[in-house]
């Protein structure tokens, strides 16, 4: 980008046009939680829309499914989340805040790459082995090496279900959407005629307790994900890991995120999951601080250790019973899968052979996607000695397609506009607005990212003719009301 955009520039648009506002906001608001406004909520959509357009929609090898928050404990055991989803903190002994080990920085200024979570954290270990925070400094008061020792800090929502005590069991707000895909893999295989590769495609809720938020809706304890898991014969993991890569990098691009403003950044050895064998995020330049590169999305090669965790977890299903529901009793025996009988593997057709699949993994979040679309699509500039603010949304992703205007309301100036928008309204995502100077609604339509404006003018009751306006270059035509939708369609790809 020419300027580097101002993350509060950004919250201020979103408040003042009613993208994004603070939840909770008239009892003071309730820390990193959002809610998305009249305009906010139609980009939302529209991005997910667009997501699933691309890895759905316009392929044969992936189908779709919307899993329940909520699910059996065990398999949030099984994957082990229940075990090891964790973040190491430690407290500052001066000012008694809590932060994140990886989050921080060496007092000359470096440190390491944080990483998004830490799934390797042993719960039980609570101790977490000794670590040199001497160098460290608070980012809340600046005190250096003031640190307790790190300590494992549990990201999942706990909550209860059931009335009565014999019949109550604690369960966990999903962390991702997953798991969902693969405790269903059996079932969309036995309804379904995929034959792997193949993937399923989400996109809901999940819910971690950070340790800390960040940046308006970058990071937050609510967000929603759209992930795939894509199935592949263990061999072939390598090309697909390569073909999906290559395929959610060009999405955004595609969509209009600036290429200079996206990087791949692959995951060192040290700090790849366990389940890992290979992860490259897809990182975006936002506006925090000076311009920080940051994760966007994340693509993994997580081999075959899904399927395998759930099939040892069905086998342990009873230890769950006896134990009461505790999941801290239960122990996953690490014995050999029977490839033969396990319920999760696959059995290929043309091989004759039975196998559990390698999984490719794009993951991607959908409230930080919308906000470097937001922060790529904001833009300044000098109009007849005013500042014009607008978003240069793809027209995909513009919440507002098209807004109809009457120049004045007298001479059935209102009647025609309204008679346009009512037909245009039912293809595109449509606004009337008679209220103000053309030029005052022109600017909060640019503020609002929308693509073209229709005013009906003197010249329409003449010829029937209405001016077009577009909102990147201001450009005016004029175009037949008859052929209106037609030349509408054709600009806006739809």
Known sequence: MA?????DDIVSLCKRRGFIFQSSEIYGGLASCYDYG????????????AWWKSVVQMRDDVVGLDCSILMHPMVWKASGHADHFADLIAECKKCNVRTRVDHLKDKDGGGTHPEEHTEHV?????AAGAKDLSNKVCPNCGATGQFTQPMPFKLMFETRMGANVEDSMTLYLRPETAQGIFANFANVLDSTRVKIP?????????????????????????????????????????????HWRQQRFKWYTDLGIKPENL??????????????KACVDVEYRFPFGSGDWQELEGVANRTDYDLRQHQRGMRTLNQWYESGGDLTKIDLKEEAVDYQKGPLS?????????????VIEPSAGMDRSALAFLVDAYDEEEVRGETRNLLRFHP???????????????????????????????RFSTF??????????????????????????????????????????????????????????EKLDM
């Open 3 to 7: 300027k580097l955009t101002k993350l």
């Open 38 to 49: 009249p305009l906010g909520v139609e980009l939302k959509r529209n991005v997910k829309a």
């Open 122 to 126: 042993d719960i039980a270990a609570a």
């Open 198 to 242: 193949f993937g399923i495609a989400q996109i809901g809720k999940s819910f971690r307790n950070e340790v800390t938020t960040k940046a308006f809706i970058f990071r937050t304890r609510e967000f929603e994900q759209a992930e795939i898991e894509f199935f592949c014969k263990p061999g072939t993991d390598d090309e697909w890991f390569a």
């Open 263 to 276: 990087r791949f950044r692959e995951h060192d050895p040290d700090e790849l999951a366990h389940y890992a």
């Open 346 to 358: 696959y059995f290929d057709e043309q091989d004759k052979a039975r196998y559990i699949p390698y």
């Open 396 to 426: 995909a992703l513009a919440p507002i397609k098209v807004a109809v205007f009457p120049l004045v309301r007298k001479d059935d100036m209102p009647e025609i506009a309204r008679n346009i928008y009512d037909d245009l309204k039912g």
């Open 432 to 489: 009337y607005d008679e209220k103000a100077a053309v030029g005052r609604r022109y600017r909060r339509q640019d503020e609002a990212g929308t693509p073209f404006c229709v005013t009906v003018d003197g010249q329409t009751l003449e010829d029937h003719t209405v001016t077009v306006r577009q909102r990147d270059s201001m450009e005016q035509v004029r175009v037949s009301t008859g052929q209106l939708r037609a030349y509408l369609s």
